[in-house]
């Protein structure tokens, strides 16, 4: 797995890195909150371990405009020199970090952050999949929300994403369904292919 590892003490950052290797996945180093907003902008890391003590652009801050950015969920873990209290934990959760580690780094402890991060991510894939089918009456078309109502499909996408329909006919409808209306009131209606070009 591909991660963004935070660090900007040069040797705290080498054995950072050397720990991910070690535990099977890729990491890509960033020596400063800045840095690291930057590779998240170009190419996407699902796990970032960033160090919360750093010049500029913090652990905690960093991981705020992340939550803020929104699209693919990423697993933030947040490392730390010092102790973890009851105070620095709930700023921690307010910004959206998901895990803490302390430092010197336990590869142990790391490995298992990331195995739970694994997990995590493999679940927020499935949920994603499953949000993207669309529950549609076979017979009156009508799709059902999250609320479980079911709506015409054209006031639930206009509620979801602000999509507004025009109507028409399609040519096999319009051969289908509109011809023969039109032939039982006596008009003759050129076939939908030879119309509809």
Known sequence: MKVLAIEDQPMAALQLTAALRALGHEPE???????????????P????????????????????????RGGEYVYYILISAAGVTRETREAALQA????????PIDPDELGMRLHVAERILGFTAQVKQLESF???????????DD????????????????????????????DRVVVPQLKKLG??????SQDLR
Not at 29 to 43: K, N, P, S, V, Y
Not at 136 to 142: D, E, F, L, T, V
Not at 148 to 162: H, L, Q, T
Request: hydrophobic residues 35%.
């Open 29 to 43: 180093c960033a020596r400063d909150g800045m840095t690291a907003w930057e590779q998240l902008q170009r190419q």
């Open 45 to 68: 890391f699902r796990v970032v371990v960033s160090d919360w003590r750093m010049p500029g652009i913090d652990g905690l801050d960093l991981c705020r405009m992340i939550r803020q």
């Open 96 to 103: 959206g970090v998901d895990d803490f580690l302390a430092k």
């Open 134 to 144: 669309l529950p549609i009456c076979g017979y009156c078309k009508k799709v059902r």
């Open 147 to 174: 609320k479980k109502y079911w709506k015409e499909i054209e006031a639930y996408m206009s509620e979801r994403d602000g999509t507004r329909f025009s109507h028409g006919v399609c040519p096999n409808c319009y």
């Open 187 to 192: 008009i003759d209606s050129p076939p939908a």
